[in-house]
């Protein structure tokens, strides 16, 4: 894949070798992304970061991380403060936020959507999530999450059996994650859902067309047993028709410190997109096992500054002049991020 240029819409544009490559310049951001070291390669440029749609993470790391590379940040966080309320077109939006910016991150509610504004766009778009679709930046995070997760267990992603759980039939997270996955070989998938929020059946099929075994549950306790990971995911009640029916499926698949030494292996591990959703009537993933070794929520966060910064580098085509006008960095700094 050549990133020079080139938008981020669906993890279906990858390959093996470009999601390695995506990794690799992820591992050469973290001296910059820790604040051990400084570079102003981007300076100068400006990323359009769009979302019409509510994102804290998604929205902040994307900016911190074209910050982090020297570039400054143009925000647009509110559909109501935007000419799109007014009956703009996506085209016009497009036509208009790329003549300001050098590179644009969009989030929006439709299916599709970041794809028909990109096409529109003069310059490369990444899909920040569009609706119930695809978010592949947040899939390469998760993925280089569970690459370096598993490498310090001695184990790997091809072989390695995962147990997804929620509402798999609206979480972009997990859509774009197992489309990812099929890249790789051997995987066992275990899908814990409702049946009525189950994974999408042609996601399910190509899984098991590409060689991958996908057993399918409503059974929380039997199918986290034997996983090298588990996926948690929130209800998505935003995308369903009235909170009484999101309301039905909360709370149904609950992970806390008992449950995971019952049924989990002693090293598996916990993963969530977040947000996780706290609230008494759902905590899908409890609080006592925030300090559990094994919760690896937080490093995925901050590891999703080091894949969008290798995405900016990539698609700006500067991976390789970081360093040139690298420095150190003079102001004082607490060592925060676990290794
Ligand atoms: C997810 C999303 O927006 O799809 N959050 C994120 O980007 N990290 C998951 C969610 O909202 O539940």
Same mark, same amino acid.
């Given at each position: 894949m050549n990133f020079r240029g080139s938008h981020i819409l669906s993890v279906k544009q990858f390959d093996r070798d470009s999601v390695e490559q995506v990794f690799q310049v992820a591992d050469g951001m973290e001296p910059y992304a820790h604040r051990l070291r400084m570079t102003k390669v981007l300076d100068g440029a400006i990323l359009g970061n769009m979302f019409f749609e509510p994102s804290t993470r998604t929205r902040v790391s994307f900016g911190c991380a074209f910050n982090l590379l020297g570039g400054d940040v143009r925000e647009t966080?509110?559909?109501?403060?935007?000419?799109?309320?007014k009956g703009e077109s996506l085209y016009d939006t497009a036509r208009v936020i790329s003549g300001y910016s050098d590179?644009?991150?969009?989030? &929006?509610p439709q299916p599709g959507s970041v794809a028909e504004f990109a096409k529109a766009s003069r310059v490369p778009v990444v899909n920040g999530g569009d609706g119930p679709n695809e978010h592949p930046s947040q899939a390469l995070l998760d993925l280089y999450t569970i690459k370096k997760e598993l490498h310090s267990n001695s184990r790997s992603i091809d072989g390695m059996r995962i147990a997804m759980v929620g509402d798999l039939k609206h979480g972009r997270t997990v859509h774009s994650?197992?489309?990812?996955?099929?890249l790789y070989k051997n995987i066992h998938f275990t899908l814990?859902?409702?049946?009525?929020?189950?994974m999408p059946e042609s996601i399910v099929s190509n899984l098991q067309a590409a060689g991958h075994e996908v057993?399918?549950?409503?059974e929380m306790e039997r199918g986290l047993q034997d996983n090298d990971t588990v996926y948690l995911t929130r209800i998505q009640e935003e995308r369903f028709d009235s909170k009484l029916e999101a309301d039905i499926y909360r709370g149904r698949f609950r992970l806390d410190q008992a449950i995971y030494t019952r049924h989990c292996q002693p090293n598996t591990v916990i993963m969530h997109p977040l947000p996780r959703d706290s609230r008494a009537d759902a905590n899908e993933?409890?609080?006592?096992?925030?300090? &559990?070794?094994?919760l690896a929520i937080f490093r995925q966060t901050d590891n999703?500054?080091?894949v969008r910064m290798a995405l900016f580098a990539l698609i700006l085509d500067v991976a390789d002049k970081i360093e040139d006008t690298a420095s150190e960095v003079s102001w004082y700094t607490e060592s925060r991020f676990e290794e």
């Open positions: 966080t509110d559909v109501k403060s935007s000419s799109i309320t590179v644009i991150v969009m989030r &929006h994650l197992s489309q990812l996955l099929l814990i859902s409702p049946t009525e929020l189950r057993t399918e549950t409503e993933l409890d609080n006592d096992l925030n300090q &559990h070794p094994s999703g500054v080091l």
